[in-house]
Each structure stands twice: as C-alpha cells, then as structure tokens.
C-alpha cells in the first residue's frame, strides 16, 4: 500500500496555526534560502493529501506551490469547489484514509505527503503513516490548532535524526512504530 509520510512545522508548544487557522508566526520564522528539508521531501513523494482548511489555507498564498498531484480530503467540498486553474492538479475525495491509500496504490503512488492537523492526526489513528519530520520553530502561540488530538492508543516513534537550522528551527524524523489499529 502506498505509504503516509508528514513534514509539518509546530509552536514549541505543538500548535500547527493559531485558533483561526493563521500562520503568520510562521511566516516571520522563515529565512529565504533555508528550505529546512521541504525540497527533499517533495522530490520523495509522488503527491500530497491533505485536508479541506489546509486546502483553503493554501489558496491564500496566491501563486499555486505545488508540481506533483494533490488530493484534498473532505466531507464538506466536491470538485465543484475547485478553482478551474486547479482542474487536472487537485481531486477532492471523500474516502477514508485507508481506502484513498488503496486507491493511491493503484493509481501507483509509492509515497504520499500527508498534511494537515486532522488528516494527519486519522492517518496516523489508522497506522498509515510511516514516519514524520517535525520542525518545531522557537514561538509560544499559548493556544490554537493542536497537530495531534486524542489517540486510542499510544502511537510509539523511534527517533532517526535532528538537524537545527541557522533561523532556530529544529526538525527531527521520527518512524512511526506501527501501533495496533483498533478494529
């Protein structure tokens, strides 16, 4: 089965984006010329998945970012809602996180780039997720979107390396040690 792998940047105290989805902290941490990894990983992955507000988020930055072919999970938007300068680039699927890995499969994606806070966090509950590479960038936001929420179960990681940036950022990989899937 295709394989689930994040790249995700937190507050020191674990948030993704304050409580109106804004990263603006982000932003002001971000030095020109330091990726932090982000090529390496887009030249990994065959294509990316993420959730409607990540989506949304995205479409702020004007410029459409991405080269490779993204999939947008939701329940609430349809390919209606995709802007035509997307169509051929963006699918919206309402599938669950297995049965779009099953489908990304076949369509021969080996490695797939999964991002935001819930969609991570239902990849992650459903042992999809390989490993993660977390930056933590040296901010206390005090409240806001938590990257991980309630589990059912512990979700055991071995940590692989940790590089520190120029800017203060710190990433560390981790492998997501496969946990019992509740059934």
């Known amino acids: 089965m295709t394989s689930g792998h994040v790249f995700i940047a937190a507050s020191l105290d674990g948030f993704i984006a304050r409580p109106d989805g804004d990263i603006d902290w ?28 990540t989506f949304r988020m995205v479409l702020t930055f004007g410029e459409w970012i ?15 809602d995709v802007p035509d300068q997307l ?25 797939a780039y999964i991002d935001g806070g819930k969609i991570i966090q239902s990849f992650l509950s459903d042992g999809l997720i390989e490993d993660i590479i977390l930056t933590r960038v040296p901010v206390i936001l005090g409240s806001g979107l938590p990257l991980f929420g309630p589990s059912a179960t512990d979700i055991d990681l071995k940590h692989l390396s940790t590089q520190t940036f120029p800017s203060g950022l710190v990433s560390s990989k981790y492998r997501v040690l496969k946990p019992v899937v509740p059934n």
């Open 66 to 80: 991405y080269e490779k072919p993204v999939i947008v999970m939701s329940q609430s938007m349809n390919q209606s």
């Open 26 to 53: 982000l932003e002001k941490h971000t030095v020109e010329g330091e990726d932090n990894g982000y090529s390496e990983m887009m030249a990994s992955v065959d294509g990316l998945v993420m959730g409607s507000s």
């Open 87 to 111: 169509n051929g680039k963006v699918r919206v699927s309402n599938a669950s996180p297995r049965e779009l890995m099953e489908e990304l499969e076949i369509d021969g994606w080996k490695r």
